[in-house]
C-alpha cells in the first residue's frame, strides 16, 4: 500500500516505537490515532507528531471497543493496526507472582488481543485491513528471568499466525515484527534501570522504518513476519 494512504491506529503510540511509527506515517501523508494510558504525555506527543490521542487502557474492554469507535469516526474508517501497546517484567521464576505474570498476559496478550478483534471487525466489513503485531525477540526465544515477558510475546506470535489463517480471504494482511533490544523507555518502566545511549544498538525510528517498509509492499503480497537485530552492538 501507499504509506500517503495509510489510515492508522497506533496502539502504546506516546513513546517509543509507537511514537516513531505514528510519526513517520504522518511524516509520509498518512494519519495516525495514537492510543495510551497516560493522558498528558499522550495529548503532548499527539500535538508533536500531528496524531490523534485516543486515551486508552487496553486492560479494559470497554475502553478498547471505544478506541476502535472512535479511531473509525476520527479517520473516517482506518485501515491500518498498529498493535504495539505492552511493558515487561522480569525475575527468576522463583520470584515470580501470579499477580504480575496475570499483569503482564493481561497487557501484552489478552489487550493485544481485544484491540486486534475489534479493528479486525472493521477490516473484515471494508474487505481490507493490515494488522502489524509488535511482539520482540523475546517471542522467538527464552531467556533467564523472562517467563512473563516471553510466555505473552510467544503467545502473541501464536495468536498472529491464527489470525493470518483467519483473515487472509478477507484481504487482511496480518504480520509480526520481532525487535531485539531498542533503546525506548521500556526498560526503565521494567523495572530495570536506564541506561546510557548506545550509538551501536537499534533506535526506535530503525522499528518504525521496518514496519513502514512491511506496510509499503504492495497489496497483492505481504511479509509474514520479520526481525530486527543491532549488527554488532558493543
Known amino acids: 500500500m501507499e504509506l500517503s494512504k495509510i489510515k492508522a491506529l497506533v496502539t502504546g503510540g506516546s513513546s517509543g516505537i509507537g511514537k516513531a511509527t505514528a510519526k513517520t506515517i504522518i511524516e509520509s501523508g498518512g494519519e495516525a490515532v495514537i492510543a495510551a494510558r497516560g493522558k498528558n504525555k499522550l495529548e503532548s506527543t499527539a500535538k508533536e507528531i500531528g496524531a490523534i490521542p485516543v486515551q486508552c487502557d487496553v486492560r479494559e474492554e470497554e475502553q478498547v471497543i471505544n478506541l476502535v469507535e472512535e479511531t473509525i469516526d476520527e479517520l473516517n474508517g482506518f485501515n491500518v493496526l498498529v498493535n504495539n501497546a505492552g511493558y515487561g517484567q522480569f525475575s527468576k521464576l522463583t520470584d515470580l507472582s501470579e499477580k504480575a505474570l496475570k499483569s503482564v498476559l493481561q497487557v501484552n496478550t489478552v489487550g493485544a488481543m481485544m484491540v486486534g478483534r475489534e479493528c479486525a471487525k472493521h ?26 515477558y516471553c510466555a505473552s510475546k510467544f503467545a502473541l506470535s501464536g495468536m498472529t499466525e491464527c489470525w493470518r489463517a483467519e483473515l487472509r480471504p478477507h484481504n487482511i494482511r496480518v504480520m509480526q515484527i520481532n525487535p531485539s533490544e531498542v533503546q525506548t523507555e521500556f526498560f526503565d518502566k521494567a523495572g530495570r534501570g536506564g541506561r ?7 533506535i526506535a525510528d530503525d522499528i518504525a522504518k521496518a514496519i513502514c517498509n512491511m506496510l509499503s509492499l504492495h497489496d ?8 530486527v537485530w543491532a549488527t554488532n552492538p558493543q
Open 196 to 202: 546510557d545511549f548506545n550509538p551501536t544498538k537499534l
Open 123 to 148: 477490516f473484515v466489513d471494508q474487505d481490507y485491513g493490515n494488522i502489524i503485531n509488535v511482539s520482540s525477540s523475546a517471542g522467538k526465544r527464552g531467556f533467564e528471568g523472562g517467563t512473563a
Open 220 to 227: 497483492r503480497g505481504f511479509i509474514t513476519e520479520t526481525s
